[in-house]
């Protein structure tokens, strides 16, 4: 069964691209991350224009967080002074990013920026999340306990100046660092299409030590005001969110994430940072060879409106 996209412009087979968003759905709920940066990549795969795959992924990817901030809400689980930092960064870097996917795009440069920037994040992440999972694993087998911080013993960040209380997260530091961190990631939410929550939520809890308990429920609500703010922008500047699209993933993410957060519980947590680091630097991989191989078209004509 097919069904037209009008800002792809393309049909699309519809139980292809529910089964898409099943699949990805079950990964997310298995891992405990939003799916975008997987869900990018392979509407990228499938023909999807990556302008309007990384551009329709941002509503996705807010219908995801929603209900994550709903449940942590239920739980109080979210510390609602931190996650105001985040999203005033949040906010900052998503604008910078449509900003500069539209310049990318109106350049020709959009596909070969988003390919690009896919092999890097999704190598150097994947390469770290590996080493990390490879060097615990290690540690475990020989019966070292990898070496605790001395109390008082904290970055030199957590110093800088406009030092601010966050009682919920047992934290008092600079926001300067925060917000850099905020910025950075809804800049590469909104140039990737991907919701940041697997780039935040290491963040948070390695170089802030937020407590476990309120770090995913913070982040949330983060991924979801930047997510909902670069729906808005990419719809009303660049034009590039496809509705019928949207819809169709929003439905099997919510279906395959019942199923994906049940298999996740039985996962022990060594397997999951080593299967996760894999996952990532698969999609890497995939776009690497990706840049590699020669096109089929490499010459191309289309018309250029200079009045924009």
């Not at 140039?191 to 937020?210: C, E, K, N, Q, S």
């Not at 309120?214 to 991924?223: F, P």
């Not at 979801?224 to 993410?253: K, R, S, Y």
Request: aromatic share 10%; charged share 10%; glycine share 12%.
């Amino acid at each position: 069964m097919q069904i037209y996209l009008p800002i792809a412009d393309m049909p699309v087979s519809v139980f292809l691209i529910l089964g898409l968003g099943a699949a990805i759905g079950f990964v997310s709920g298995v891992f405990g991350i939003g799916g975008g940066f997987l869900m990018t990549p392979l509407l990228i795969f499938l023909g999807i224009p990556p302008a309007v795959a990384v551009a329709t992924q941002s509503a996705q990817i807010a219908a995801s967080a929603t209900t994550g901030t709903l449940a942590a809400l239920r739980r109080s689980a979210i510390d609602l002074k931190f996650a105001g930092v985040l999203t005033a960064g949040g906010f900052v870097g998503t604008a910078l990013g449509v900003w500069f996917f539209a310049a990318a795009r109106r350049a020709g440069q959009l596909d070969l920026v988003i390919v690009v920037s896919y092999v890097t994040l999704f190598t150097v992440i994947g390469t770290l999340m590996l080493a990390e999972s490879v060097r615990e694993f290690w540690a475990a087998r020989r019966g070292r306990a990898r070496p605790r911080r001395r109390a008082g013993a904290h970055p030199a960040y957590l110093g800088w100046p406009l030092r601010v209380r966050f009682p919920r997260s047992k934290l008092y530091c600079s926001v300067l660092p925060i917000i850099g961190i905020a910025v950075a990631v809804g800049f590469a939410g909104a140039v990737m299409g991907i919701g940041g929550a697997f780039i935040m939520v290491p963040a948070l809890l390695y170089l802030f030590r937020v407590p476990t308990a309120v770090v995913i429920g913070t982040s949330q609500v983060q991924v979801l005001c930047t997510g909902l703010l670069a729906v808005v922008l990419q719809a009303v500047l660049n034009g590039t969110v496809d509705v019928v699209l949207a819809l169709m993933l929003i439905v099997g993410g919510v279906f395959g994430a019942q199923f994906g957060a049940r298999a996740g519980r039985a996962l022990r947590a060594d397997t999951f940072r080593f299967l996760l680091a894999i996952l990532v630097l698969a999609v890497g991989l995939r776009f690497a060879i990706e840049l590699m191989i020669e096109p089929t078209e490499p010459f191309s004509i289309s018309v250029t409106d200079f009045r924009r």
